[in-house]
């Protein structure tokens, strides 16, 4: 897939820079993230087909009209509706419908990056790799570096950005896990020999 999306850097926003990290986890399902854009988008409580009609409409479901509209409703229902409710920041009624709270934690049009992953084949692939407390402070401390950083720097710098995690645990998370997943994406480019680490000139838009 392509991307213009934008994490971090110069005059642009980083998507979840006021987000709680408790949130996260919600954050990881394409469905939801375009639940919030319709919701965000209209800014007013609408019902459960009107949501089940918005979210058929802009996701490219292979199966019947009728079958998309049953999965979709079903979904909401059972799962993203009541977890975004649990998460405060939509208030959800079987009978009225879904708004979003008057000051919720994830405000919609902080998340267009996001959004932009979502869309292709490898978008729950993407969301499930970055949306995570560490590697989204990561991409945003390497957006404001324009040369290579050390392993050993960047855990400095995470702790310095008010990461709860120790030097230490953060440099070997890092090595191991973190930055090898952002690589696996293309937001990054890690050498494990020199240990330096480095995001990609053109951002998000080189994820294929």
Avoid at 93 to 120: F, I, K, Q, S, Y
Avoid at 151 to 180: C, N, T, W
Wanted: charged content about 25%.
């Amino acid at each position: 897939m392509s991307s213009e999306a934008s994490f971090g850097g110069g005059s642009e926003r980083d998507p979840l820079a006021d987000v709680p990290t408790e949130c996260y986890d919600v954050l990881r399902h394409p469905r939801r993230l375009r639940l919030l854009e319709v919701l965000g988008t209209y800014r007013t409580r609408l019902t459960l087909e009107e949501l089940t009609t918005e979210l058929v409409e802009r996701e490219s479901l292979e199966v019947s009209t009728g079958q998309a509209r049953h999965d979709v409703r079903v979904s909401l229902v059972h799962n993203h509706l009541p977890r975004l409710a649990e998460y405060d920041i939509l208030e959800w009624d079987a009978e009225t419908g879904a708004e979003l709270v008057d000051e919720p934690p994830v405000h919609p049009a902080d998340l267009a990056g996001l959004l932009a992953l979502c869309d292709g084949d490898r978008g729950q692939e993407l969301l499930d790799a970055l949306v995570h407390p560490v590697r989204m402070p990561v991409v945003s401390v390497l957006s404001d570096h324009k040369r290579p950083l050390s392993v050993e720097q960047l855990a400095s710098e995470l702790v310095a950005h008010g990461v709860d995690i120790d030097p230490e645990q953060a440099r070997v998370s890092l090595y191991h896990s973190h930055l090898p997943t952002l690589a696996d994406i293309g937001v990054l480019e890690f050498d494990h020999d020199s240990g330096l680490v480095v995001r990609h000139e053109q951002e998000l838009s080189t994820i294929q």
